[in-house]
């Protein structure tokens, strides 16, 4: 069995900074991707950042700059490190992690960002 648990999810302040964590844990092989997304109210899922196993990091346009995606294979940890936030960051945020045998999704975290 995969578990894969996002946290960090909080009311902030436009401007303010927050760091989401996500964690897979059971029994995983072949990992070679974990990935955050995010979906807004009446909106499709989007890629915001990902990071693969050879070092790739891929940012979506909106939050380049913003964002810095970091993780931690050996206990198949990542992090998402977001600064300047935006009214527009508001949303539920995934962590997907990919892996040989297939792909495992969290259950998302809320961030709204609002004075």
């Known amino acids: 069995q995969v578990q894969v648990v996002e946290s960090g999810g909080v009311l902030v302040q436009p401007g303010g900074s927050l760091r989401l964590s996500c964690v897979a844990s059971g029994s995983i092989n072949g990992v070679y991707a974990m990935v955050w997304y995010r979906q807004a109210p009446g909106n499709q899922r989007d890629l915001v950042a990902e990071?693969?196993?050879?070092?790739?990091?891929k940012y979506a346009d909106s939050v380049k700059g913003r964002f810095t995606i970091s993780a931690g294979y050996a206990n198949h940890t990542i992090y998402l490190q977001m600064n300047s936030l935006k009214p527009e960051d508001t949303a539920v945020y995934y962590c997907k992690t990919e892996s040989l045998a297939g792909a495992y999704w969290g259950q998302g975290t809320q961030i709204i960002v609002s004075s």
């Open positions: 990071t693969t196993t050879s070092g790739r990091t």
